[in-house]
């Protein structure tokens, strides 16, 4: 059974900083590339950071580049993302994503509020 299981989030004030995690399950992990996607009410699900499966090469959306960073430990299955100078706009539903095509697979998601 595959599971996605995101920890880490909650309310933080503006400027602060949060570490996510997701632990994974039920398939072979380090095979597939690793994802945090993001949704604000109202809005359309992003992707916000992708770790490739050796952690050798990651992306970022651009309003995140320079205040987040994505890494992973292939052996503890699991993938991580350092969240710093966080903003109001940052507030969102937080989901792992995990894919090698044609599987993918998500977790349930965390929130996070960024509010004074």
């Known amino acids: ?9 909650g309310l933080v004030q503006p400027g602060g900083s949060l570490r996510l995690s997701c632990a994974a399950s039920g398939f072979t992990f380090s095979s597939y590339d690793m994802s ?3 949704q604000a009410p ?3 699900r992003e992707l916000v950071a992708r770790i490739t499966t050796a952690g050798s090469s990651t992306n970022f959306a651009d309003s995140v580049k320079g205040r ?3 890494s992973r ?3 503890k299955n699991t993938v991580y993302l350092q969240m710093n100078s966080l ?4 507030t969102a539903v937080y989901y792992c994503n995990a894919a090698r095509w044609p599987m993918y697979y998500w977790g ?6 960024v509010s004074s």
């Not at 059974?1 to 989030?9: R, W």
């Not at 349930?108 to 509020?113: F, I, K, L, M, N």
Request: proline share 3%.
């Open 1 to 9: 059974q595959v599971q996605l299981v995101e920890s880490g989030g």
């Open 36 to 38: 945090w996607y993001r």
């Open 42 to 44: 109202g809005k359309e």
């Open 68 to 70: 987040f960073t994505i």
């Open 73 to 75: 430990d292939n052996a």
């Open 87 to 90: 903003k109001p706009e940052d």
């Open 108 to 113: 349930q998601g965390t929130q996070v509020t």
